[in-house]
Nanobody, 114 residues
Framework: QVQLVESGGGLVQPGGSLRLSCVAS????????MGWWRQVPGNEREWLAT??????PLYDDSVKGRFTISRHNDSAATLQINSLKPEDTAVYYC?????????WGQGTQVTVSS
């Protein structure tokens, strides 16, 4: 059974930075893709970035330059977020896609406020 553990969320002031982490367990993730989505209450979930088994990152245009996804081994990835804005406030989810299935983490809250 695939399990994802996210960490690193919290309260940060505008202009600050955060690093979100995701650790996966329960399967072979060598060929899996790992990604990050976020959701603001009342809105649809929004895709942010993905990094595949080839370690090539992909980003939504809206976050290019501020967000950096990294993969540290087959089962761990981080999302570095710089120059945080109040509109980045959301629940951030790690998603791992393996063998045609998407597995979602429980989410970690990021709040950007002064």
């Amino acid at each position: 059974q695939v399990q994802l553990v996210e960490s690193g969320g919290g309260l940060v002031q505008p202009g600050g930075s955060l690093r979100l982490s995701c650790v996966a367990s329960g399967s072979d993730f060598r060929w899996a893709s790992m990604g990050w989505w976020r959701q603001v209450p009342g809105n649809e979930r929004e895709w942010l970035a993905t990094i595949g088994g080839d370690y090539v990152p992909l980003y939504d245009d809206s976050v290019k330059g501020r967000f950096t996804i990294s993969r540290h081994n087959d089962s761990a990835a981080t999302l570095q977020i710089n120059s945080l804005k109040p509109e980045d406030t959301a629940v951030y989810y790690c998603v791992v896609t393996t063998m045609g299935r998407n597995h979602w983490g429980q989410g970690t809250q990021v709040t950007v406020s002064s």
